[in-house]
């Protein structure tokens, strides 16, 4: 399956949506790795915002990539109550402890994936 998404895009078809699944995959791939499933997921409200969500609200801003990748080596707090209230989605946990299994280069890898992820 790999070969066939690495040989559909060099062939061209970059902009598919085989390409923009590819992207969730390789987060949700990471995520495992790394050790945030517990907590977060693409799509869907584990105890923390769905990366999906995370992309929408930082695309785009200034220091989107250094801000996530501070607030996931030293952890974050309280940031996501209000933020959540504008998305319609409700934060089971107030606090993101700090990611101690990542450092910082992983950490980099994983934001840029998620400000690729696609977004409406
Ligand atoms: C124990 C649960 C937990 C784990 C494990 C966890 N997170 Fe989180 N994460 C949260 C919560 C809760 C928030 C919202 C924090 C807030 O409101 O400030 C959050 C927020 C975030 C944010 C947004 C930060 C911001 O500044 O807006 C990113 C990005 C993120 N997590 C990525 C990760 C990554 C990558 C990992 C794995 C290395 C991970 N998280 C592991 C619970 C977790």
Known sequence: MRK??????????????????DVAKQVDE????????????VDKVVAGPPYRVIAKE??????AKETLV???LSGSMMKWQA???????KIKMAYMPAQH?????????????ILKLETK
Do not use: M, Q, R, W
């Open 83 to 89: 933020k959540a209230k504008k998305y319609g989605i």
């Open 4 to 21: 066939i998404l690495i040989s559909l895009a060099t062939a061209g078809f970059v902009a598919t949506g085989a390409f923009a699944g």
């Open 101 to 113: 299994g990542v450092n910082k280069e992983k950490a980099e890898k994983i934001v840029d994936l």
């Open 70 to 72: 501070k607030s996931i």
């Open 58 to 63: 930082y695309k785009g801003k200034p220091n």
């Open 30 to 41: 990471l995520a495992h790795k790394y050790g945030c499933s517990g907590c977060h997921s």
